[in-house]
């Protein structure tokens, strides 16, 4: 059992930058693939990014390639997702996800459903 709580959301101008953090409980966070998604008001959770259990391969959707980027600390049993040049299409609720499962696409952990354990989630707003 892993347990997420996420932090570091708020309200940001555009351009502007956030660095979300997401602490796990439990002694086998190395174990797991993080993830970061997130979900606007009236949309569907959509995937952010992923980084491997070791932290040496990462994966960004499109619309954050360049601008966010994921890390982890596994000794703080922590992941965090530096989000800079923030546009107003990034408002939404961040979700962290802890996956268990071991597949040998990357493309896997893309999906929702690769996904054990969520956090509660963290609003970032981004004004224009």
């Known amino acids: 059992q892993v347990q997420l709580v996420e932090s570091g959301g708020g309200l940001v101008q555009a351009g502007g930058s956030l660095r979300l953090s997401c602490a796990a409980s439990g002694r086998t966070f190395s174990s797991y693939v993080m993830g970061w998604f997130r979900q606007a008001s009236g949309k569907d959770r959509e995937f952010v990014a992923c980084i491997t259990r070791t932290g040496d391969s990462t994966y960004y959707a499109d619309s954050v390639k360049g601008r966010f980027t994921i890390s982890r600390d596994n000794a703080k049993n922590t992941v965090y997702l530096q989000m800079n040049s923030l546009k107003p299409e990034d408002t939404a609720v961040y979700y962290c996800?802890?996956?268990?499962?071991?597949?040998?696409?990357?493309?896997?952990?893309?999906?929702?459903?690769?996904?054990?354990?969520w956090g509660q989630g963290t609003q970032v707003t981004v004004s224009s």
């Open positions: 996800a802890a996956s268990g499962h071991i597949h040998y696409s990357h493309s896997y952990y893309l999906r929702i459903s690769a996904y054990d354990y």
